[in-house]
């Protein structure tokens, strides 16, 4: 019993490894920052084509609601194809000169990593994967901001 105690005790005793985003290699994260402006910038200027690139196929975008009438933790859920059909209609369409915009690389793991976008008008948290040589986005969770 004390060995088994004396080796938990031991292994409590050592640090977890730290993470540092300055560790991220410069050319990953600028990849990472090229998709997630691929993403903004896309809907910003109003290119579908733009935005589609930067989304896996099965995209699961999602945004919190709550409780609603007919869902406990619902959820605002929206498509590749949607997001794309709303790019094409220029829902966020925004003159250049009005842009504040942001793309911040949180942390990376192999081919995964997460990701911060933020305009004046919403705050994504992205999960990217590296497909190949691409980082594309693969699960969007966001906040809309108050009007």
């Not at 910038?41 to 945004?63: I, M």
């Not at 000169?97 to 942390?107: E, F, G, K, Y």
């Not at 933020?118 to 009007?147: C, S």
Request: contains cysteine; aromatic residues 8%.
């Amino acid at each position: 019993m004390s060995l088994v105690f004396a080796a938990a005790t031991a292994t409590a005793a050592v640090p977890p490894a730290t993470y540092s985003p300055a560790a991220i290699e410069p050319s990953t994260r600028a990849a990472l920052e090229a998709t997630c402006f691929d993403y903004v910038d896309g809907q910003l200027e109003g290119d579908p084509a733009r935005v589609a690139r930067s989304l896996h196929p099965d995209l699961a975008k999602r945004r919190v609601l709550g409780d609603t009438p007919d869902e406990r933790l619902g959820l605002r859920r929206m498509s590749k194809e949607e997001l794309v059909e709303l790019t094409r209609q220029g829902a966020l369409k925004t003159p250049k000169n009005q842009w504040n915009r942001s793309c911040t690389v949180l942390d990376v793991a192999g081919n995964a990593a997460v990701v911060r976008a933020e305009t004046p008008w919403f705050v994504d948290f992205f999960h990217m994967g590296k497909f190949g040589d691409r980082w594309i986005i693969v699960n969007a969770l966001w906040y809309q901001k108050p009007r």
